[in-house]
Nanobody, 124 residues
């Protein structure tokens, strides 16, 4: 069993920053690639950023490139998403995902484990 829990969300003004954290527990050796996804009201869950097991490969959605940075600390079983220059369009529930393969995927269906999600609201 793997448990993922997000933290660090909240309300921020446009142009501000937030740092999301994802804590993994349980059978963490089952987790290889990880990713951040988000879902706005009335929209499908979309890929934000992903990172390989050792952090050597990362991928970003075009909408967040240059503003968001994904990282992970395997010793602490943590993953992070540093979000800068936030825009109202970034408002969504953000989810942490993990998968059993060491391939960063943009598809939510490829992820085996999910956190409950955390709200990020960016005011204009």
């Amino acid at each position: 069993q793997v448990q993922l829990v997000e933290s660090g969300g909240g309300l921020v003004q446009a142009g501000g920053s937030l740092r999301l954290s994802c804590a993994a527990s349980g059978s963490t050796l089952s987790i290889y690639a990880m990713g951040w996804f988000r879902q706005a009201p009335g929209k499908e869950r979309e890929f934000v950023a992903g990172i390989s097991q050792r952090g050597t490969t990362s991928r970003y959605a075009d909408s967040v490139k240059g503003r968001f940075t994904i990282s992970r600390d395997n010793v602490k079983s943590m993953m992070y998403l540093q979000m800068n220059s936030l825009e109202p369009e970034d408002t969504a529930v953000y989810y942490c995902g993990g998968r059993n393969r060491n391939v960063v995927s943009l598809r939510a269906d490829d992820y085996n484990y999910w956190g409950p999600g955390i709200q990020v609201t960016v005011s204009s």
